[in-house]
Structures are given as C-alpha cells and as structure tokens.
C-alpha cells in the first residue's frame, strides 16, 4: 500500500472567522495555516485565496502573493491551487492561478446545488475548457468529484481524449446537493474508478474523519481542512489546520499507513518534474 497523502484546505471560499477565528484570510495567516498543516505531515496545500476583509478572489496577484509566502516556509510543499473559486465566477476568473503555472490545481468535473438559489456550475463545455487550459500549462489536475455522475462524466471525457492518465480523483462526499459520505458511498465511488488511478476523499463536516479512517483503510489520500470541518470533535472547534492534520496522522498510525513526504506523493501521483516557473 502507498504511503498516505495528506491534503489540507487551509480555507476555503465559504467559511468564515465567525464560524471559527482560525480561519486565515490574510497572507500572513495563509502562511501560518500552512506552515502548522505542513509541519504535521500534510504534502499538499489546497489553496484558496481572500482579500484581507475574508472576500473570496481569484486574483492572479494574490495568490501569486501567497504561493511565494507559503513557499518561503515550506519549500517542498505541493500547492494545489483551486479552479473552483466561488460560485458566480467566469471560466477565465476561476482559471486565474494557472496562469502561474502550479504543479497542480483543481478541476471540478459537475455541478451541485449547494442550497437555497447557489449552484456550483461545471458543464461539460466547461470542463473540456478548463482541461485543455490546464494541460497546456503541463499542470497534474485533482479531478473534484462530488457524487458518482462526476466520476461518469470524467470516465466519458478521458474517453474521448479531453482528460489524459494518471487520474487522480478528490471525492468530495457529504456536501449539500451532492452525494452524501455515508460508508456505501464512498465504496460506491473507490469501486467506480479504474483500478489505476489514485484517489483521495474529503469528507465534509461531521464526515471528515470517518471517511478519512475509510481511505486509509482502502489505500486512498485524505483530504482535511478547515475549509471542510471547522471541529476537531462534536461542539469542539480546531484550534487550526494542523491539529486537523494531526488528527489524520494519528489514524494512519492505527492502520500502520506511513505519511508521505511531497516528494514522496510526486511520485505517488505522477506529477511530472515541471521544466519552468514562472512564480
């Protein structure tokens, strides 16, 4: 079994520091966030970025502010900025961060009703445009899958030539309007993919932890994070990412899964050594 690869969503677009004060949104907290998360043994930083008043942007600038800052902490980090930004954005908004050409970023393969009059729109057309935009750049993508449909429609694309192997998918289980993160679903999901491809699983809120003991268990990648759970426990709020990040560590211990470093899921993963930088 692979070593496990540790993801942390240090912040998300959604949530906020009245939910929880630990929530960064400047860049020095960005870096504090992911500095804690690295420390304990996560290799890839999922990144979002905010103004400094907690504001959502896709802004090229900022994130190219935060990539050098995180960066300057954690040389080896993966950082994995997102493509999804927030709902409402346009393609090209939300593309943004690629064109710092990142070893890796995300790609989110369907849309979801996230509740009330929010959909989280990724059509087809979209999908094939953001994959092109993202292998011209020679960029690794997590292809975001939020329920079995998303796993259908990236099996149908890499049919037909848009999405190129290794396939590495991110179940992101237990978000409203998408498939929730009972036991059958994520086994409905692992037994869906080829039996190539790596996957990772971000269990939203109350189901982070469970659905991270089911992925270590099954040889899978673990995605945590504030941007997905705000608690250590039931009413406890994480006194930050790293503690998040810990909680996972201890885990893996129990079914004897070693941590990878980010050298170590480069290769787990297949992300190709990029031959430019232009961060």
């Known amino acids: 079994m692979d070593k496990l690869i540790i993801t942390c969503a240090i912040c998300g677009a959604e949530v906020t520091k009245e939910q929880n004060p630990m ?12 500095k804690s998360a690295y420390d304990q043994g996560a290799s890839i930083i999922h990144l979002h970025v905010r103004d400094d008043d907690g504001t959502p942007t896709q802004s090229k600038d ?13 040389p080896d980090v993966i ?21 710092l050409y990142p070893e890796m970023c995300t790609l989110d393969c369907g849309s979801v009703n996230f509740g009330g009059d929010e959909v989280f729109i990724n059509t087809e057309a979209d999908i094939i445009y953001f ?23 990236v099996l149908r694309l890499h049919q037909k030539g848009h999405l190129k192997k290794p396939l590495h998918f991110s179940f992101v289980l237990g978000v409203p309007g ?9 086994h409905f999901l692992r037994e869906s993919i080829p039996e190539d491809a790596t996957f990772s699983v971000a269990g939203i809120g109350r189901y982070e932890f469970p659905l991270a003991k089911l992925a270590i268990k099954h040889g899978g990648h673990v995605r945590v994070g504030l941007e997905d759970n705000l608690y250590i426990s039931k009413g406890i709020l994480a006194q930050g990412n790293g503690e998040l990040v810990q909680q996972i560590v201890a885990i893996a211990k129990e079914y ?6 980010p050298n170590e899921a480069r290769q787990i993963l297949g ?6 930088d232009t961060m």
């Open 23 to 34: 929530v960064p949104y400047t860049i020095d907290e960005l870096v504090r966030e992911a």
């Open 62 to 74: 900022r994130f190219l502010e935060a990539i050098e800052a995180i960066k300057k902490a954690c």
């Open 79 to 99: 950082i994995q900025p997102s493509t999804g930004g927030a709902v409402g954005m346009s393609r090209d908004e939300r593309l943004q961060p690629t064109e």
């Open 131 to 153: 994959s092109e935009k993202i292998y011209e750049k020679n960029i690794f993508p997590e292809l975001e899958c939020f329920g079995k449909s998303h796993i259908d429609q």
């Open 178 to 186: 998408g498939q929730t993160g009972m036991e059958r679903d994520f």
């Open 256 to 261: 004897n899964r070693d941590i990878a470093s």
């Open 271 to 276: 992300i190709k050594e990029k031959h430019h």
